[in-house]
T-cell receptor, first 114, second 116 residues
Framework: SQQGEEDPQALSIQEGENATMNCSYKTSINNLQWYRQNSGRGLVHLILIRSNEREKHSGRLRVTLDTSKKSSSLLITASRAADTASYFCATVTSGGTSYGKLTFGQGTILTVHP | KAGVTQTPRYLIKTRGQQVTLSCSPISGHRSVSWYQQTPGQGLQFLFEYFSETQRNKGNFPGRFSGRQFSNSRSEMNVSTLELGDSALYLC???????????????FGPGTRLTVL
């Protein structure tokens, strides 16, 4: 089953603009991860943020996490055409042994026009 | 290091047949997870193996099974194929475990299964 919702489902912007995607989840988490998928291929890990962190940066990516609202956002600054892909948030539930189990959101399709 | 590899990349089967997919993880990774991706259901967790033991299992029928070998390579098997099993099957490996904690997963390119 899906962990939660991603918003928007699709986003179309021009090169150079910023892209913001949101993710909500339902259970308590150990960490939340963002992945990118190009056209039905394998997923590429972008960034991991732990439940005790509020913000994390990696290059042009900025991720925030609000555990009180059970939500996260991914910001891609100065978008490029090569950023065109589907973006998924995925959570690892806290407790137990859910080490190798990711629960994915529905994804946001990002299109960046040159 | 070589990435996660999956074989075959594409597969066409008919209803009622069975299929075996293979996954070779990144060297040193002992956790291997399998996911099914369909347009309707999205990405769904199938199961995860660690040191040859199934550690986690998703909500899939018993027709879906897997195993892991001592070299961490993993296979998943689907018996009595149904049309709805047509999907992209993704394998991922990680260092996830008690000592290393929760980590990112590294995905293979996937196996595209079409059931006719």
């Amino acid at each position: 089953s899906q962990q939660g919702e991603e918003d928007p489902q699709a986003l179309s912007i021009q090169e150079g603009e910023n892209a913001t995607m949101n993710c909500s989840y339902k259970t308590s988490i150990n960490n939340l991860q963002w992945y990118r998928q190009n056209s039905g291929r394998g997923l590429v890990h972008l960034i991991l943020i732990r439940s005790n962190e509020r913000e994390k940066h990696s290059g042009r990516l900025r991720v925030t996490l609000d555990t009180s609202k059970k939500s996260s956002s991914l910001l891609i600054t100065a978008s490029r055409a090569a950023d065109t892909a589907s973006y998924f948030c995925a959570t690892v539930t806290s407790g137990g042994t859910s080490y190798g189990k990711l629960t994915f959101g529905q994804g946001t399709i990002l299109t960046v026009h040159p | 290091k070589a990435g996660v590899t999956q074989t075959p990349r594409y597969l066409i089967k008919t209803r009622g047949q069975q299929v075996t997919l293979s996954c070779s993880p990144i060297s040193g990774h002992r956790s291997v997870s399998w996911y099914q991706q369909t347009p309707g259901q999205g990405l769904q967790f199938l199961f995860e193996y660690f040191s040859e033991t199934q550690r986690n299992k998703g909500n899939f029928p018993g027709r879906f099974s897997g195993r892991q070998f001592s070299n961490s390579r993993s296979e998943m098997n689907v018996s009595t194929l149904e049309l709805g099993d047509s999907a992209l099957y993704l394998c991922a490996s990680s260092l996830a475990g008690f000592r290393t904690g929760y980590n990112e997963q590294f995905f293979g390119p996937g196996t595209r299964l079409t059931v006719l």
